[in-house]
């Protein structure tokens, strides 16, 4: 699933996935995040700074970064999650740090889907390791204010998307104030808090429907949708397809 857990649960520490929308919205990861660009652009916001990554580059996003994705229809991504638990020596030596830019070169296509093993996983993410401390530059990780007035709201509704919130509910819950919280969302996250909800939501779907067998209506109300016109409203407009013509893809 992209949101929940921030992308990994305890069980499945090396996953490869595959994009399903052409955008994002702003999240974070308790993993890092590793996006080879193998045709096409990539666009990012890493931490309110935009980089572009084209074919033969790639992304390397540190754990609580926060971040979006934009794609094209004719980019191909191959993309990465895995706990920092698989390169402890490196994340004990980096954390606190960031890359000043998260751009790699990395001009030869990764063989992920032929790691069998943990070694395996471990040596290719290792020799990663390596390519970012010759390439990458490094600086202190500084969270400001509202920074984590944003990670808040964004666990918040990880923690709470299958209820009926907004964002006033949010505000009160958080105790700050609506009109500044809803002005500095905005601002940072590019959409309103409906929308960004209605991303998370739409997300999650996918994820079930893909990887769970739960029935289509099961999964409406899994994914804190009241009613089915909405459901599919929001589906068409954020996937570009009905769920009808998405299941028989």
Known sequence: MFFERHGLDSTNLFQIKKFRLERYPVHFHLAYEFIWVEEGMLTMNI??????????????????QLHDLHLTKESKEHFLLFSP???????????????????????????????????????????????????????????????????????????????????????KELKYDYTYLSKLFGKLMGMTFTEYL???????????????????SDIVFKCGYNNFRTFNRNFKQIVGMSPTQYMKK
């Open 85 to 171: 638990e698989l390169i402890n020596d490196f994340h004990k030596e980096y954390k606190g740090q960031i890359p000043i830019t998260n751009k790699l070169i990395f001009d030869q296509k990764p063989a992920l889907d032929i790691l069998d093993n943990i070694y395996e996983k471990k040596r290719f993410l290792y020799d990663l390791c390596a390519r970012i401390v010759d390439q990458m530059d490094f600086q202190p990780a500084v969270q400001v204010d509202r920074t984590t007035v944003i990670y808040d709201v964004l666990l918040y509704v990880e923690e709470n998307y299958q209820k009926n919130i907004n964002l006033q509910s949010l505000a």
């Open 198 to 216: 209605n991303h998370y939501r739409i997300s999650n779907t996918l994820f079930f429907l893909d990887n769970s067998q739960y029935s289509i």
């Open 47 to 64: 931490d309110g700074k935009q980089q572009h990554f084209m074919a033969g580059e790639a992304a390397i996003i540190f754990a609580n």
